[in-house]
């Protein structure tokens, strides 16, 4: 222990930027898995309307950036290990979960919307719209996670 900050505070934030990444990279990779596996079924139907289907897959990829930015932020504060106090690891695993469990969330949303807003749409093209609100509602999850991450970040 050294200036009163105990060895073990950087673990924490290790852990946080970890699990920032970890849980929002498995929501994009389910959310894209999942919307991808519609695609293809609807792209069978309807091959025209391939491209217009990429949607939910892009926004899952989004889901991601979510956790590399607050991933790269606490990152980027584990240079000075004597000076990391407990409490910055502690808030730095808060903001890292934060993130990664609303990513996690917000991709397993959108992956099931996703698939089923695709082929919904090949056979009703008038659902597409309401499937990207729902996808938005989806992704804004994701958002809500990012911005109490961001907020825990500064304290």
Do not use: C, W
């Not at 808060?94 to 996703?114: C, E, N």
């Amino acid at each position: 222990m050294e200036d009163g900050n105990p060895i073990y505070g950087p673990f924490f934030g290790v852990m946080g930027a970890a699990s920032a990444i970890i849980f929002s990279a498995l929501g994009a990779a389910y959310g894209t898995a999942k919307s991808g596996t519609g695609i293809a079924a609807m792209s069978v139907m309807r091959p025209e309307l391939i491209m217009k289907s990429i949607i939910p897959v892009v926004m899952a990829g989004i889901i991601a950036i979510y956790g590399l930015v607050i991933a790269v932020l606490i990152a980027g504060d584990l240079s000075d290990h004597k000076s990391y106090s407990l409490y910055q690891g502690f808030t730095r695993l808060g903001a890292g979960l934060s993130v990664g469990f609303s990513g996690l969330a917000a991709g397993f949303a959108i992956g099931i919307v996703g698939d089923a807003g695709v082929r919904g749409t090949a056979q009703q093209p008038r659902l597409f719209v309401g499937m990207i609100l729902i996808l938005i509602f989806a992704e804004v999850l994701g958002l809500y996670g990012l911005i109490v991450g961001i907020y825990l970040y500064t304290k």
